[in-house]
């Protein structure tokens, strides 16, 4: 039986709730039913928690997924084309499962990184994190210089073109913005 462990984190208002889902790769089949999967046991995590803390805006709640257990994956497992997971989603998540110890980053965000060509040992390096638009990670960055965002004149920028004229040195894919 080949396996993967996966340690699903919502965290809540500072409270974390973490729970560990085993995956028998032997009955999954292919990175689309694994990700439907680990959908589904986060939606049943996300409504524990909703159930549990009496969450009204769920948008508060953030989601971590990460792989923390290869060791029962055998090698040939993972070379192999046969299994129907291409050697990118190894090679991301194989990197995620190496580096976790040392920069903890959002499992889409590796996906985001590889629709833009980043290579998987180069993610952590050119990560900016997650933004809901260009604007919002445009103010941040600003606010992340020290710059006191009330006072004049940045109380008076026009963050569309301010956050354009950023992207010239970004990337971004569904929300997640990287170095280019």
């Known amino acids: 039986m080949s396996t993967i462990c996966v340690e699903i984190t919502l965290t809540y208002r500072g409270q974390p709730y973490v729970q560990c889902e085993e995956f028998d790769l032997d009955e999954v089949r292919g990175p689309e039913q694994y990700r439907n999967e680990l959908a589904a046991y986060t939606q049943v995590m996300l409504d524990e928690v909703v159930r549990r803390y009496g969450v ?56 985001a990184a590889d629709t833009l060509g980043i290579a998987p040992g180069r993610v952590k390096e050119v990560y900016q994190g997650y933004w809901e638009n260009d604007e919002a990670f445009a103010y941040d960055m600003a606010e992340s210089m020290g710059m006191d965002m009330a006072a004049w004149p940045l109380s008076t920028i026009d963050w569309e073109k301010a956050a354009s004229a950023l992207m010239q040195d970004f990337r971004e894919f569904d929300g997640y913005y990287f170095r280019a």
């Open 56 to 111: 009204e805006d769920v948008a508060e709640i953030e989601t971590m997924c990460e792989i923390i257990d290869t060791g029962k994956i055998p090698e040939w497992y993972l070379l192999s084309t046969a299994n129907n997971f291409t050697p990118k989603f190894w090679q991301i998540n194989l990197t995620r499962y190496y580096d976790r110890a040392k920069i903890k980053l959002p499992e889409e965000a590796y996906y």
